[in-house]
């Protein structure tokens, strides 16, 4: 298997997740191409251009996605906006820092984002409101501005969208339904994957073969994802993702432990 061929079809599978649980794939696509490659004998990919890579691939699957959700009343464009914007501005002052930051606290800050999330998806949470639309949904705007400022300048450092961390702080923090909840943050996702995206491409930090190469996976397997993940149960979605995040955190904290 070629370095390009493997490309595609990881972004093929981190794409069609993209679209099912409302993520721009980041937690799933930084440890693809971080440890499989090698198992497969191809030449290792430097954490550097893995961040930029999945800044990239976050920003075109989130986009793709977003037009389901959105032609189905599952954006709240007022937390998008609200969330959207302190985290672009904040995730783009840490992908501009990121250049300069060891690959060793890059990874040590990912796993810590990834921790917080994996506890707090096993938080018990009731389902009843998880069908409702966009427009029926309030939430606190000073909350939603804390939330933005803080951990976008975190993921703008390590190269990602952020969804992983982002849908838990709008589901147990901000109480937001859980399909609106998806669909609200590829929009958010937009914002920080643009930033983030920004400062990769001015850092250098960008291969823009190998996107490429993720890119033609990753389109169209989100758009197929957004539409088995509107006909799937709620719970299913929230147990999934829950595995996702808690199965990454473990692995990459399992890295950093061995040194």
């Known amino acids: 298997m070629t370095l390009y061929l493997f490309l595609w079809f990881a972004g093929s599978i981190v794409g069609f997740f993209s679209g099912l649980l409302g993520i721009g794939g980041g937690i799933l696509m930084f440890p693809l191409l971080l440890y499989i490659p090698p198992l497969l004998g191809l030449a290792p990919i430097g954490v550097k251009s893995i961040t930029g890579l999945t800044m990239v691939q976050g920003f075109f699957a989130s986009l793709s996605a977003l037009f389901f959700y959105n032609r189905h ?6 937390l998008v906006l609200t969330l959207g914007l302190s985290l672009f501005l904040s995730s783009l002052a840490g992908s501009f820092l990121s250049a300069y930051a060891p690959d060793k606290l890059l990874l040590l800050i990912f796993g810590v984002l990834a921790f917080i999330a994996s506890l707090m998806m096993l938080i018990p949470r009731s389902y009843a409101k998880d069908e409702l639309t966009g427009e029926s949904v309030s939430f606190s705007r000073p909350v939603a501005v804390f939330i933005g400022v803080c951990i976008g300048f975190l993921i703008g450092l390590v190269g990602q969208g952020g969804a992983f961390i982002i849908i838990p702080l709008l589901l147990y923090l901000l109480k937001i339904p859980l399909r609106v909840a998806l669909g609200s943050t590829l929009a958010i996702g937009l914002f920080s994957s643009s930033a983030g995206l920004v400062g990769k491409m001015a850092t250098g930090q960008v291969p823009f073969q190998m996107a490429a190469a993720l890119l033609l996976g990753a389109i169209p397997a989100a758009r197929l994802g957004s539409i088995i993940g509107k006909k799937t149960k709620t719970e299913y979605l929230r147990w999934l993702l829950a595995v996702i995040i808690i199965c ?11 040194g």
């Open 73 to 78: 009343n599952l954006v709240n464009r007022p």
């Open 248 to 258: 990454t955190a473990l692995k990459i904290w399992a890295d950093i432990l061995k």
